[in-house]
């Protein structure tokens, strides 16, 4: 009897880690470095019992089924999960300490990371993803490029909100912005990104 109880309860146990595993994938795309584009349902984190733990491969189920695959950053140039887009970049970090607020995009060097793209345009906003290990949950940090400079600089160091000092620097080509950030008309990393979009040259 005992050993009975034993069994459908681990028998439980893995059809909840079935079930959980399945809900993690969803309606998206992978783009491969030969650039062909693959549709169907992607992964890229998954929920555990402990948190959120976020994949070193990214996998994938081709929309009429075939087989599964799993991706390492070197194989993809971008994938979709959701509405969110990642792509992926080969960055280095241009200073001394690990709080230094710019890297470098170099092409085949340095660290191979996704970016999340928030939005698009003469400024380009993105979202360095990673998890916090105190309560496994996803954080982030805002970064921004100018059309394709390699230069990305952090817009935001956490609780403390805008970089102000080093945003006023990056954005000596446009006063106004300087401006408004000095003066602390914006909160918000996207709310920076829009007005430089939208109203610097």
């Not at 693959?38 to 890229?44: E, K, N, S």
């Not at 982030?140 to 006023?168: I, S």
């Amino acid at each position: 009897m005992v050993k009975l109880f034993f069994l459908f309860l681990f028998g439980g146990f893995l059809l909840s880690l079935t079930a959980l595993g399945q809900k993690n994938y969803v309606p998206g795309y992978v783009v491969l470095t030969s650039g062909d584009t693959l549709r169907g349902q992607v992964m890229d984190r998954r929920e555990t019992f402990i948190g959120t733990e976020l994949l070193t491969k990214i996998r994938f189920k081709p929309e009429r089924g075939g087989i599964r695959r799993k991706y390492r950053a070197k194989k993809l140039l971008a994938y979709q999960v959701g509405n969110s887009v990642y792509e992926r970049y080969y960055v280095r970090s241009k200073g001394i300490s690990l709080l230094d607020a710019y890297y470098e995009i170099v092409p085949n060097d340095g660290a191979q990371v996704f970016l999340r793209v928030v939005s698009r345009g003469k400024l380009t906003h993105y979202q360095w993803e990673w998890i916090d290990e105190d309560n496994d949950t996803i954080d982030a940090a805002d970064y921004f490029r100018k059309g394709n400079e390699p230069l990305l600089v952090r817009a935001t160091q956490g609780v403390f909100g805008l970089k102000r000092k080093n945003l006023v620097k990056y954005f000596w080509d446009c006063p106004s912005l300087q401006e408004k950030i000095q003066q602390k008309v914006f909160k918000y990393s996207f709310e920076v990104a829009d007005y430089y979009n939208q109203n610097c040259l």
